[in-house]
């Protein structure tokens, strides 16, 4: 059973083009999480989705950044025109039921660099 | 919003001791707690979690304590080993359940 799928793993990106992170949950999980984690610094919540539905983006920044999960295909989480300080590691993560009473499994996370 | 606190940031320990890493959050409604061992260049595995209806568990060299009252969990780690060696996170829910809200981390060095 494949644990949860992200891609890419390293992304660099110049400032101001776009960025399309992928996320894959484990079988049988119908519940993404996406965080973002800076360098010694522990994990934010950015936004939470379940098929086609975004449950809580409380933490999504307000311009810029937004996310989808389709009923086929991975979840994405989309950053336009990016700047130096979205430069993070973004981790995914999936559950079997809704929100965080469930053991939540991360996926390896992706680099991204804006150079 | 929810706030949890980790301490301490930094812990080095002879291979053999024991580890101790401790959490407090604020939201007296949160009831699963759980833990996340993260080497470098990964990301975060559950290591163990801990629910409200018990005040401890156990799996092997670790161990998960949790005081509802005073709102406080901890990890043990006990006949640490180098390849325990990672940066260890707390968890907590956020009030309304949608999400966690992570301790910032502690780095563990067992020397060998």
């Known amino acids: 059973n494949a644990g949860v799928m992200q891609n890419p793993r390293h992304l660099v990106r110049r400032r101001g083009q776009e960025a399309r992170l992928r996320c894959s949950p484990m079988k049988g999980h119908s519940h993404v999480y996406w965080y973002r984690q800076l360098p010694e610094e522990g994990l934010k919540f950015m936004v939470y989705l379940q098929k086609e539905n975004i449950i809580d983006e409380s933490g999504m920044p307000k311009e810029r950044f937004s996310a989808e999960f389709p009923k086929e295909g991975p979840s994405i989480l989309r950053i336009q025109q990016v700047v130096r300080g979205d430069s993070a590691a973004y981790f995914c993560?999936?559950?079997?039921?809704?929100?965080?009473?469930?053991?939540?499994?991360f996926g390896p996370g992706t680099r991204l660099t804006v150079t | 919003g929810e706030n949890v606190e980790q301490h301490p940031s930094t812990l080095s320990v002879q291979e053999g001791d024991s580890a101790v890493i401790k959490c407090t959050y604020s939201?007296?409604?949160?009831?699963?707690f759980p833990w996340y061992k993260q080497e470098l260049g990964k990301g975060p595995q559950l290591i163990i979690d801990?629910?409200?209806?018990?005040g401890e568990k156990k799996d092997q060299r670790i161990a998960v304590t949790l005081n509802k009252t005073a709102k406080h969990f901890s990890l043990h780690i006990t006949e640490t080993q180098p390849e325990d060696s990672a940066v260890y996170f707390c968890a907590a829910p956020k009030w309304g359940n949608n999400d966690m809200r992570f301790g910032a981390g502690t780095r563990l060095t067992v020397k060998p």
């Open positions: 801990i629910r409200s209806n018990v």
């Open positions: 993560a999936s559950s079997v039921r809704q929100g965080a009473l469930d053991e939540q499994y």
């Open positions: 939201d007296s409604a949160s009831n699963y």
